[in-house]
């Protein structure tokens, strides 16, 4: 009697075990059955800022002569932005002023023969880069136009930026999450299953300041795809901007999400 009572608890307790790890084992599944899923957005904005980076060049013989060219320029510009158009003082930026002598060009028989010297400077190069950033776009046009004709000689950039990208960025990323769960429930439905809650979540930003003319807008066009949301804002009023066209720049979101498979 005492041996069957042992054999007979043993088994209850094999078969409890046995239970246990199966309901581990559907657990296990359950969590297995996920899919993994990519949503991208873009959202189109009118820039409402530029940012514009110049540089004063000059040369002269006299080096001294060359860096009171450069200041005059420099000077005159920063006037020009600050009394004139009344940018603020603080978004006009100058750079540190650079010098670079230009050495005379000697052959190889004439430096032997002492004819001509390789040492000797021909004239001395004075550069400056001041950067302006506009509120006013409608300003553009004159700031460039009266830069060149106070001898700023070179644009080096332009860009055109928002001055709302975190709301911008925030409605990108909202409308990429909302692609990803339409792509993950058409995935679902063709395969027979609902699609759960998310799992996991990786968020990706990224803007592109540029103007956005014909070659940019043809390949914003071959970037569309089944999971790729773009909006376009409304187009700035006509004339807003002289002659300037702003064109858009993007602002978007990529979000990756594992959902779970019910």
């Not at 581990?24 to 009118?46: K, M, Y």
């Not at 300003?139 to 911008?168: C, P, W």
């Not at 043809?218 to 187009?235: H, L």
């Amino acid at each position: 009697m005492a041996r069957t009572h042992v054999l007979a608890v043993l088994i209850v307790a094999t078969f409890s075990f046995n239970g246990s790890w199966a309901q581990l084992g559907s657990r296990a599944d359950i969590q297995n059955r996920t899919i993994s899923v990519s949503g991208e957005a873009t959202v189109l904005v009118v820039p409402d800022q530029v940012q514009i980076s110049m540089t004063a060049e000059n040369r002269a013989a006299d080096l001294m002569a060359a860096k009171e060219q450069n200041d005059q320029a420099v000077k005159a510009l920063v006037e020009y932005a600050t009394k004139t158009l009344g940018i603020e003082p603080r978004r006009v930026q100058t750079d540190f002023i650079t010098v670079e002598p230009q050495y005379r060009s000697c052959n190889h028989d004439d430096e032997m023969s002492g004819r001509c010297d390789p040492l000797k400077i021909v004239y001395y190069t004075v550069k400056k880069g001041v950067q302006i950033s506009l509120k006013d776009v409608t300003q553009y046009e004159a700031l460039v136009t009266k830069a060149m004709s106070l001898g700023v000689n070179h644009i080096d950039n332009i860009a055109f930026t928002t001055t709302e990208l975190r709301k911008h960025r925030d409605e990108a990323r909202e409308m990429a999450a909302k692609a990803s769960l339409e792509k993950a429930e058409a995935l679902a439905s063709a395969l027979g299953v609902k699609v759960g809650k998310a799992i996991t979540i990786n968020t990706e930003n990224y803007s592109s300041y540029y103007w956005h003319g014909l070659y940019d807008s043809q390949r914003g066009n071959s970037y569309m795809s089944q999971n790729v949301i773009q909006q376009a804002p409304e187009a700035s009023r006509e004339g807003d901007t002289g002659g300037l066209a702003m064109g858009q720049i993007k602002v978007s979101a990529t979000v990756n999400v594992t959902y779970q498979l019910e």
